[in-house]
């Protein structure tokens, strides 16, 4: 009969494994980033990542998965830097704004990463927490990170629909149709009327 694994030996394979799956999110990331989402091959994926396919595969079933995954981490990454820099703003619109802009650099940085994240929220059967993310980020920075906004308050609703007219806006600019400065003015107008009950 064999021992059953101890807890620092189960924690340390739990550990190898966030790792593993971090690399080949950060692996995705790196090709997205060059090449858009058709350069996101599982294959290629696995490679640079330096993990089996099948490993891969145990991980994320599908590319979309692994689209999602790094949908995650990059809101991951803009949590962080809301907590670490919080929206100064002194308007609750200004706040939530000041959030969406943050977003808007962020992910122009990267703009075929952009394209490949935008795309796989439109396309995706892949359920993600995307718009759910977003709205508690918007929620925060315009209630402040102690408030309780319960499901069925308007607030959250506003919040929500802020947050999709953002990713409509960020599909305009990556055509090539609109400028980060004219996204803020209309975000500004569309926030300030949207965001009255804060």
Known sequence: ???????????A???????RRRRIVQAAAALASRGGIEAM???TVAERAGVALGTLYRYFPSKM??????????LDLLEGSIERRPPRA??????????????TRGLMREPELA???????????????????????????????????PAGDSRRVS?????????????????????ADEI???????????LTDF
């Open 159 to 179: 919040a929500r629909a802020l947050s999709s007219v953002w990713t409509m806006e960020m599909i305009e600019m990556l055509r090539g149709h609109t400028t």
């Open 13 to 19: 394979r739990s550990r190898s494994q966030h790792q």
């Open 115 to 149: 394209e490949a994240l935008i795309r796989s929220l439109l396309l995706s059967d892949v359920k993600t927490d995307f718009g759910d993310r977003m709205t508690g980020m918007l929620l925060r920075a315009a209630a402040g990170a102690g408030t309780e906004i």
């Open 1 to 11: 009969m064999t021992a059953e694994p101890t807890a620092p030996a189960q924690g």
């Open 184 to 194: 803020q003015a209309r975000l500004e107008t569309i926030a300030e009327r949207l």
């Open 90 to 103: 002194g308007a609750p619109s200004g706040r939530a704004v000041e959030v969406l802009m943050r977003a």
């Open 65 to 74: 998965d692994l689209v999602v995954a790094v949908v995650s981490e990059e």
């Open 41 to 43: 091959q599982m294959r």
